[in-house]
């Protein structure tokens, strides 16, 4: 298995993981439908309590259908297409980085539409929630940083052990 096959691998595993959460969330949505009440609060409003639900199992159908895209754009340009590139560790840890990243993006923003939905946009909580979010967007973005960073500190302790 190359990088790239691994990469698609892991988002499609991803895909199928929100598209879980957010059929586990479906009877929550019928509740709200046919109640028009919100188990959390009275005070909010039902289609963002219903669209904080279905958010991950849409994103998880987007993320399955442009997993190929993606799994280029993680693995980088470098790789010719039809060439066969072994895995190394940066490479696995690489891609581990920014599923982990787009899991927890994804937990901020539906967190975040729950916070919106209750007009609580001054209770730290919200702001919570926006650093959860600016931090898993730096380890998307900074996948390859965090995976050198694990190497060099591996490298560290591997150098010191001898």
């Given at each position: 298995?190359?990088a ?25 949505a ?82 975040l ?14 702001w ?18 965090f ?5 060099g500190?591996?490298?560290f ?5 001898r």
């Open positions: 298995m190359d790239r096959s691994f990469a698609q691998v892991a988002l499609r595993l991803l895909a199928v993981f929100m598209i879980f959460i957010g059929l586990a969330g479906l009877p929550s019928v509740y709200v439908l046919t109640d028009h009440s919100v188990p959390i609060d009275s005070n909010v409003d039902p289609r963002l309590y219903i669209a904080s639900l279905l958010f991950p199992m849409i994103l998880g159908i987007v993320v399955w259908m442009v997993s190929p895209m993606l799994a280029r754009w993680m693995v980088g340009k470098s790789e010719a297409s039809g060439s066969f590139t072994l895995l190394d560790v940066t490479r696995v840890q690489t891609v581990a980085f920014v599923v982990l990243g787009v899991w927890l993006a994804i937990r901020a923003l539906s967190a539409l729950v916070v919106m939905a209750n007009s609580q946009l001054d209770s730290p909580f919200y919570a929630k926006v650093v959860e979010l600016v931090l898993s967007l730096c380890l998307i973005f900074g996948a390859k940083f995976a050198r960073l694990v190497r500190i591996r490298d302790g591997l150098e010191h052990l």
